[in-house]
C-alpha cells in the first residue's frame, strides 16, 4: 500500500543510530526513498567504534516499507558531500526532505566542567561535527531541494527553544552547539521562504538510542528496569522511532509552511498530529522535564505520556 511519502526522496545525513535511524525508519514506514549516510559502514567504523551501520539502517528502512539507500559520507568534506547530492540529482533528480541529524559529539563533551577547563581540542572538534556538519549539508543539499516548491529541512538538536533559552546545558561547548542548531533552523527557514521551502528544529525527547540503552545497561525489551538508576528515564524515555514519526509527520503536512522557523518537539507534535511511540504511547518529555523532574518531584509519568 502506498504511504503519505511514496515518491518523495529524503536524505537523512547521520543516519547510523539514534535519532537518524529512527527517522530512516520512519520515513521508510511512510514510503519514502531515503538516503541513509554516516561514517560507520560493514567495513569501517567512525571513531564511536560502535557496531551500527548505514547498510544496517538501510536495510530497516526497506523492511519498514520504503526504499533505504546507504551512502558512505563524512559530513565535514565538502567534497563527498558534494559527490553525495551530485549522486542523488542523477538517480532521483530531487530531495524533497532534507533531516540533518550529523553530531557525533557524545565522546567528546566534559559534563559539568567550565570552559576554562573544558578540553578545548574536544571542545571545538564538537563544535565542528555539530555546527560544521550541518551547514556544509545545507550549503550543497538545498540547492537541490529548492527545486520544487514544498522541500522541507528538519535540523535536529536537543531541547526545544524555550527550554535551552533558560537552561544551562551541561557544557558551554554542548550549549552552545545545540543553541546554534535552534539558530540554523531560523535563519534558513527565511532564506527558503522565497523558494517554497520551510526548516524547522526538532528535538526527540529522552530518547532510548543504542548509546543510551547501553549506558543503562539495558536493551529495548527491558529499558524499564533502568528505573532502579533513573526513574525519570524509565517514566518518560521514548525510542528513536518517536522522532522519527515527527519528521514524516510534518513531511506528510501540506500546510507545514505555518511552522517555518519554529523550534518543535516529538511530543509535542504528537498531541497535534496523532502519532504514537512504537508501544502506542506520546511521551511528552519535554513538559515532564519542567513540571517533574526539574521541579524535584518524584517520577511519575501519569498525564505526560
Same mark, same amino acid.
Given at each position: 500500500?502506498?504511504g503519505?511519502?511514496?515518491?518523495? @526522496?529524503?536524505? @537523512? ?5 539514534? !535519532? #537518524?535511524? /529512527? ?27 560502535? %557496531? ?15 526504499? /533505504? ?5 563524512d ?14 540529482? !542523477?538517480?532521483r ?7 540533518? =541529524? ?6 567528546? &563533551?566534559?559534563?559539568?566542567? %567550565? ?12 563544535? +565542528? ?7 556544509i549539508?545545507?550549503?550543497? &543539499? ?6 520544487? $516548491? ?8 536537543? #531541547? ?25 533552523a ?9 523558494? /517554497? ?6 528535538? $526527540? /525527547? ?6 543510551m ?11 524499564? =528496569?533502568? #528505573?532502579?538508576?533513573? %526513574? ?7 525510542? %528513536?522511532?518517536?522522532?522519527?514519526? !515527527? ?6 503536512? *501540506? ?11 516529538s511530543?509535542g507534535?504528537? +498531541?497535534?498530529? #496523532?502519532?504514537t ?5 506520546? *511521551? ?6 519542567? =513540571? ?5 518531584? *518524584?517520577?511519575d $509519568?501519569?498525564?505526560?505520556?
Amino acid at each position: 500500500m502506498a504511504g503519505p511519502l511514496t515518491g518523495k @526522496v529524503a536524505l @537523512v545525513a547521520g543516519a547510523t543510530r539514534g !535519532a #537518524g535511524r /529512527g527517522t530512516a525508519v520512519a520515513l521508510g514506514e511512510a514510503g519514502a526513498t531515503v538516503y541513509c549516510t554516516g561514517r560507520s559502514t560493514r567495513t569501517r567504523r567512525s571513531e564511536y567504534d560502535r %557496531p551500527e551501520t548505514i547498510e544496517e539502517t538501510a536495510e530497516l528502512v526497506v523492511a519498514a516499507g520504503g526504499e /533505504g539507500i546507504a551512502v558512505a559520507v563524512d559530513h565535514l568534506q565538502p567534497a563527498e558531500v558534494d559527490a553525495l547530492v551530485r549522486r542523488i540529482d !542523477a538517480e532521483r533528480g530531487r530531495v524533497d526532505v532534507l533531516v540533518n =541529524d550529523i553530531w557525533g559529539g557524545e565522546l567528546l &563533551a566534559q559534563w559539568n566542567t %567550565p570552559v576554562w577547563e573544558h578540553d578545548l581540542d574536544r571542545g571545538l572538534r564538537l563544535l +565542528r561535527l555539530a555546527v560544521d556538519t550541518h551547514l556544509i549539508t545545507s550549503h550543497f &543539499a538545498l540547492a537541490l531541494l529548492i527545486r520544487r $516548491p514544498g522541500g522541507l529541512l528538519v535540523e535536529m538538536t536537543d #531541547g526545544t527553544q524555550e527550554y535551552n533559552a533558560i537552561n544551562y546545558r551541561l557544557s558551554t561547548f554542548y550549549d552552545l552547539a545545540k543553541a546554534s542548531i535552534l539558530r540554523l533552523a531560523f535563519a534558513q527557514g527565511k532564506e527558503l521562504a522565497p523558494h /517554497g521551502g520551510t526548516a524547522v528544529a526538532l528535538t $526527540p /525527547g529522552w530518547m532510548r538510542s543504542e548509546m543510551m540503552l547501553d549506558n543503562y545497561g539495558v536493551t529495548e525489551a527491558t529499558w524499564r =528496569d533502568a #528505573g532502579a538508576k533513573n %526513574p525519570h528515564f524509565a517514566a518518560i524515555s521514548e525510542t %528513536p522511532r518517536f522522532v522519527g514519526r !515527527a519528521v514524516a509527520a510534518l513531511a506528510a503536512d *501540506p500546510h507545514v509552511h505555518r511552522r517555518n522557523g519554529g523550534s518543535f518537539s516529538s511530543g509535542g507534535l504528537a +498531541r497535534e498530529y #496523532g502519532f504514537t511511540d512504537l508501544d502506542g504511547s506520546q *511521551p511528552d518529555c519535554w513538559r515532564y522535564l519542567v =513540571d517533574v523532574q526539574d521541579a524535584g518531584r *518524584p517520577a511519575d $509519568p501519569t498525564g505526560y505520556r
